[in-house]
């Protein structure tokens, strides 16, 4: 067994408090987590710090880990279908580009996150929106 | 925040508005504890007999929707009853002349009524806020989830201003960010109208700035926000305003969002709908193309929490999945657009942020790399410059003079108040076992135990002996856009007429019920207010075993094998 301990920051709330996690290398599970002597947090964690990481077991209880791209080939209201990633990311660049052509770069959204997906993701979505699409349509979910 | 969260416990005084620690930041709320064991004076401004209500010196159980009323008649009494620090307001302030002017006419006594506060009770609050030496305000979404949102957040500010409590250690007002990455969403420029760093979208030396850095001409007009993406897919009469594609990224607007039956006929509507996110959810149901992404602990990233601070989040474990990180399924399909953006590390993307936003240049990664949290303003790389713990030190205020602007406004009420169909307010809360749409919190089995469908809605026991409910029963609770299904709670912390539902819920989807009405400024839905009616169901038998169902169905849906043996 290859234990190793690696601080992070959970992602829950906006506290930012810091863990420390036993990570099982060999097996790639987390063991445990426990408080880390934070700024914010001052080596406390609520139940959410401590026990927040189960969903990455995808312990099948609420819904499904997405684990392959999908694509609704059939349209609207028909089922997903699994597909590998080059023809995912070429049919989405494909309707985008489309939707650009035929209705101009404000008729299409884009969504930062709040959530796990980290200040770096925020930074290159909103730049995706306006360099790559030419729209300041871009947004998440602070107002909500 | 303008404070960092370490703060909290050596304020002489907390004001806390509209925001339910225990609740929503359990962490946070201990340093309310803390600051109480250390002497601080507590004063807590909210509808519900909250946590904080527990410890504090005063409760201002206010009526919902009267937040305006009770802060201009606090800031009435400091000025009437000469409690400014007028050598702050004199040095550090404009328009307080103008402030005065607006403000007098909201004398406690004139309030009282609407408020639900007695005259008494306000000029003590007052008194209180402005004569402890240290007073910090902490206010949270029971000030910014309504349709004057703005207003009142600029009056707790005035507050602050008129009795000099900015730019020492614990002092100033602090809206507590609700989720983990809610500051470094905003902080990375995922807003219609700001680049990275708060920068400005339609000043022309900015938008030069950034052309140069990423080498493309770039739209000078503001976009449109995420509260507004139903009416620019539904109603819009302009058809060169309409949103035909919507690339959402780890959210769920199809429970999260205000008038959910609005939301899904948008998203039906849509011509095209991505969802790139790490479990299915009820927006997947609506979207045509899905793209698995890494969790929390499956990658590198920075998160920015609440009082500004940079802090590295690390990967733990290798994802299983045929999944990618979010910024390099972006990159293959800007790629796939024509616009190669290839990122091999996160190290690369923040080197490139930081670089392009002053207030944030000094966050180096080998700063963040030894555990530091850098809260922005970080301005010098140098090692000696680690951040900047609260704002506007000596009196300093972002406006071009320095000085800090008085901002006054006129109250008004809600726009949906009860009536005789609906005789209920309505307000949504937070659930502290779980969090925002449960993907995560849902899928894990410790917290799982702590609160399961179909939720709970908070009533005073009043109102539930009036309705014959008793504790646990399901009820119908229905507004004018919509029903649902719940267990009836009674609680004494709520005040009677009003009630309250979390949002985690499929079943108990309590924003089936909420209003699309938003703040005409920040553009944040009012989901603190809108009126309803508690239904009784007599067949409860039945109710159970909708309610087991449906929840199975939904399930199902989601890709679960369940007892009923449906499709995973």
Redesign the interface.
């Known amino acids: 067994m290859t234990i190793k301990r690696i601080q992070s920051t959970c992602a829950y709330c906006g506290a930012g408090c810091q863990i420390m996690f036993t990570v099982d290398t060999e097996k790639n599970k987390i063991l445990e987590a426990e408080p880390a002597p934070g700024r914010t947090n001052d080596g406390t964690l609520c139940l959410k710090g401590h026990y927040g990481w189960d969903y990455l077991n995808d312990p099948q209880i609420l819904s499904k880990r997405l684990t392959k791209p999908m694509i609704r080939k059939g349209g609207k209201g028909s089922p997903l279908e699994e597909v590998e990633w080059d023809e995912a990311v070429r049919y989405t660049a494909g309707r985008l580009a489309e939707i650009k052509a035929k209705h101009g770069p404000n008729s299409i959204m884009c969504t930062g996150s709040a959530r796990g997906s980290g200040n770096e993701a925020n930074y290159v979505m909103q730049k995706f929106a306006r360099v790559t699409i030419g729209t300041n349509n871009v947004d998440h979910c602070a107002r909500i | 925040m303008s404070m ?3 703060e909290i416990e050596d304020a002489a005084l907390l004001f806390v508005f509209g925001y339910n620690g225990a609740d ?5 709320a ?1 340093r309310i504890v803390r600051a109480k064991q250390k002497g601080a004076k507590i004063i807590c401004c909210d509808p519900r007999r909250i946590e904080t209500a527990r410890i504090a010196d005063m409760h201002l159980q206010l009526k919902g929707g009267t937040n305006l009323l009770l802060v201009n008649a606090l800031a009435n009494v400091i000025i009437e009853e000469g409690l400014c620090d007028d050598d702050f307001i004199e040095k550090h302030s404009t328009g307080f002349e103008e402030f005065k002017e607006v403000i007098k006419k909201y004398t406690p006594e004139g309030v009282a009524e609407r408020t639900e506060i007695s005259a008494g009770e306000i000029r003590k609050a007052a008194r209180m806020y402005a004569q402890s030496g240290r007073s910090m305000i902490l206010y949270g979404m029971g000030v910014c989830q309504f349709g004057q949102a703005v207003d009142v957040v600029k009056g707790l500010a005035n507050l602050a201003i008129m009795t000099g409590n900015f730019g020492r250690p614990a002092v100033g007002i602090g809206p ?18 700001v ?2 760093g708060y920068q400005s ?1 339609t000043v022309p030396a900015i938008r030069e700035k ?1 052309e140069k850095a ?1 080498g ?1 001409k ?2 000078d ?7 507004n ?1 139903p009416h ?1 897919v539904l109603h819009e009469p302009d ?13 769920d607007p199809a429970q ?3 008038d959910l039956a609005e939301v899904r006929e948008s998203l ?1 509507k849509c ?2 709908v ?1 969802l790139q ?5 009820k927006t ?1 149901q609506y ?7 890494t ?13 500004r ?6 990967k ?3 994802p ?8 390099e ?6 790629k ?2 024509g ?1 190669p ?1 290839e ?1 091999t590390n ?1 190290v690369q ?2 080197n ?2 930081i670089d392009l936003c002053p207030g944030f240049m000094g966050a180096t990664d080998e700063k963040l790399e030894k ?1 530091a ?1 850098i809260q922005w303003p970080c301005r010098s790389k140098e090692e000696h410059d680690m951040g900047t713990v609260f704002l506007h030190k000596d009196g300093k205020f972002a406006h071009p003079d320095g000085k800090a602007k008085f901002a006054p406004s006129e109250w008004r009420p809600p726009q949906e108040l009860e009536n005789e169909e609906y005789p209920l307010s309505f307000s949504t809360v937070r659930e ?2 779980h ?2 749409v ?11 135990n ?1 609160e399961d469908e179909p939720g709970w809605i908070q009533m005073n026991p009043e109102d539930c002996g009036e309705l014959g409910l008793r504790h646990g029963e399901l009820v119908k609770v229905r507004s004018k856009r919509g029903y649902c299904i719940t267990r009836c709670l009674p609680t004494e912390r709520v005040k009677k007429g009003a009630t309250y539902m979390t949002y985690q819920w499929w079943i108990g989807a309590c924003n089936e019920l909420t209003i699309g009405n938003l703040d005409p400024i ?4 009012e ?1 603190k207010y809108c009126a309803c009616r508690v239904e009784k169901i007599e067949d409860q038998a039945w109710a159970e075993k909708h309610v087991r169902e449906e929840y199975e169905e939904i ?1 199902a849906n ?4 369940t007892k009923g043996g449906r499709a ?1």
């Open positions: 960092g969260v370490h929503s930041h359990p962490i946070v201990r507590v960010r609700g989720q983990n990455n809610v500051q470094g969403a905003c902080d990375m420029g995922a807003l219609p109208n680049y990275p979208v950034f990423w493309v770039l739209s007009q503001p976009g449109i926000t995420l509260t993406v620019h058809p060169k305003k309409r949103i035909h594609a919507y690339y959402i990224m780890g959210e999260s969002d205000p039906e011509d095209f991505i996110d790490i479990y299915m959810n997947g979207a045509d193309v899905i793209l698995p992404a969790g929390w602990c499956e990658h590198d990233a920075v998160y920015s929490c609440c009082d601070g940079f802090q590295k989040a690390r733990l474990i290798e299983t999945g045929d999944v990618k990180r979010d910024w399924i972006i990159g293959l399909i800007s796939a657009m616009r953006m990122y996160t993307i923040w490139e942020v555990n949290c502290v076992g969090y925002s449960r993907t995560m919190s849902g899928n894990c089995r410790t917290l799982r702590l920040s553009k944040t839905p989901y399930r989601m890709g679960i094998q995973a």
